[in-house]
Nanobody, 114 residues
């Protein structure tokens, strides 16, 4: 089992920045991919960014150039730096890790006002 604790969500004006963090504990030896997904009201959950244990990254087209994902393998944490935020970035953001199976965090609300 893997437990995930997220932090860093909140309310910000358009153009502002937020940093999300996620700490993993438990059976962390099996983790390969860490990442973030988001779900806006009435929409499906979508990938935001992922990073592998070898630091290979993937981003949604909508966040490329604005968001940056990083991880600390020694601390088993993953972070998402979000810059130039837009109202359409408003969503619940979920931390996700995958080793043998996938695990989800509880979600953290990000609200961007116009």
């Amino acid at each position: 089992q893997v437990q995930l604790v997220e932090s860093g969500g909140g309310l910000v004006q358009a153009g502002g920045s937020l940093r999300l963090s996620c700490a993993a504990s438990g059976s962390i030896f099996s983790i390969n991919v860490m990442g973030w997904y988001r779900q806006a009201p009435g929409k499906q959950r979508e990938l935001v960014a992922t990073i592998t244990s070898t630091s290979s990254t993937q981003y949604a087209d909508s966040v490329k150039g604005r968001f940056s994902i990083s991880r600390d393998n020694a601390k088993n944490t993953v972070a998402l730096q979000m810059n130039s935020l837009k109202p359409e970035d408003t969503a619940v953001y979920y931390c996700y890790v995958k080793g043998i199976r996938g695990y989800w965090g509880q979600g953290t609300q990000v609200t961007v006002s116009s």
